[in-house]
């Protein structure tokens, strides 16, 4: 995939508000990005947001993170499946990243924070996400919504590199 310069994107990154997204089309262009907050059912909410941005964008990859042994929630799990199989219905590509697989792109080491990770996308892409680099966190504190976009961004750059 990496010398394919007009293959778009979409990566999702479902949380507990909704989920990150982030479409990325040629080898490094970030064409859109954001958080969509779902009220509601959350699971049914997102696949109806998901199946419009599928036909928007018209993406020939979906790229999610693979949940086979990470800690997320049943409903999570649950929604990245029902992702993929809108997914593949639709005739996009579906794949699967691990968060250890994204650590082993972005840190030499395979081991890195969240947080240093958005700092590394947002040096990437300074004019898009530049701005919506949240500021570092506390231990008392939640983690900002807006580091879904990054948990997106990384989902989409990582299958690139």
Same mark, same amino acid.
């Given at each position: 995939?990496?010398?394919?310069?007009?293959? $778009?994107? &979409?990566?999702?990154?479902?949380?507990?508000?909704? *989920?990150?997204?982030?479409?990325? %089309?040629?080898?490094? !262009?970030?064409?859109?990005?954001?958080?969509?907050? #779902?009220?509601?059912?959350?699971?049914?909410?997102?696949?109806?947001?998901?199946?419009?941005?599928?036909?928007?964008? %018209?993406?020939?990859?979906?790229?999610?993170?693979?949940?086979?042994?990470?800690?997320?929630?049943?409903? #999570?799990?649950?929604? #990245?499946?029902? #992702?993929?199989?809108?997914?593949?219905?639709?005739?996009?590509?579906?794949? &699967?990243?691990?968060?250890?697989?994204?650590?082993?792109? *972005?840190?030499? %080491?395979?081991?890195?924070?969240?947080?240093?990770?958005?700092? /590394?996308?947002?040096?990437?892409?300074?004019?898009?996400?530049?701005?919506? /680099?949240?500021?570092?966190? !506390?231990?008392?504190?939640? %983690?900002?919504?807006?580091?879904?976009?990054?948990?997106?961004?990384?989902?989409?750059?990582?299958? $690139?590199?």
């Amino acid at each position: 995939m990496k010398n394919t310069k007009d293959v $778009r994107i &979409l990566s999702i990154a479902p949380s507990t508000r909704g *989920f990150g997204y982030a479409v990325i %089309e040629g080898n490094d !262009k970030l064409v859109d990005w954001g958080v969509k907050s #779902i009220s509601g059912d959350k699971n049914n909410g997102s696949l109806t947001r998901i199946e419009k941005m599928m036909a928007f964008y %018209e993406p020939k990859f979906m790229v999610l993170q693979d949940v086979k042994d990470s800690r997320r929630a049943p409903r #999570i799990r649950e929604l #990245i499946e029902q #992702i993929a199989v809108l997914a593949r219905n639709r005739k996009v590509r579906v794949v &699967l990243l691990s968060r250890k697989q994204i650590q082993q792109v *972005f840190f030499h %080491e395979g081991r890195g924070t969240k947080y240093a990770l958005a700092e /590394l996308l947002a040096e990437w892409f300074p004019e898009e996400l530049g701005d919506h /680099l949240p500021p570092k966190r !506390k231990p008392w504190m939640s %983690e900002d919504y807006r580091m879904d976009i990054f948990e997106a961004v990384a989902l989409g750059v990582a299958v $690139r590199l």
